[in-house]
């Protein structure tokens, strides 16, 4: 069985950057792709990005390109969802999430079959 754990969330002031953590464990060579998520009260959960556990392609939503970025570290069986330019809209809870059938670069819930706890990131104004 695949476990993620997301880390890294906390207080962070606006225009600030944050690097968030996704440690991988159990099978993890049923990884095909990582996927990063956000969500806020009331909304629903809204795709951030993927990179591919092996080539370590990527793929971003429009409102994600440019101050987000995914990675991977196969060798730390680690992901990572680094935000740059931090604003207060940016508050959500973010979770890391792995697709182990092969669906692609996908951008919706239910392409990913396991999901990390989530970790909170607060923007302050």
């Known amino acids: 069985q695949l476990q993620l754990a997301e880390s890294g969330g906390g207080l962070v002031q606006a225009g600030g950057s944050l690097r968030l953590s996704c440690a991988a464990s159990?099978?993890?060579?049923?990884?095909?792709?990582m996927g990063w998520f956000r969500q806020t009260p009331g909304k629903e959960r809204e795709f951030i990005g993927v990179?591919?556990?092996?080539?370590?392609?990527?793929a971003y939503s429009d409102s994600a390109k440019g101050r987000f970025t995914v990675s991977r570290d196969n060798a730390k069986n680690m992901g990572y969802l680094e935000i740059n330019n931090l604003k207060y809209e940016d508050t959500a809870v973010y979770y890391c999430?792995?697709?182990?059938?092969?669906?692609?670069?996908?951008?919706?819930?239910?392409?990913?079959?396991?999901w990390g706890q989530g970790t909170q990131v607060t923007v302050s104004p």
């Open positions: 159990g099978r993890i060579a049923s990884i095909y792709n």
């Open positions: 999430a792995a697709d182990t059938y092969g669906w692609g670069l996908r951008s919706t819930e239910d392409k990913y079959d396991c």
């Open positions: 990179v591919t556990w092996t080539g370590g392609r990527t």
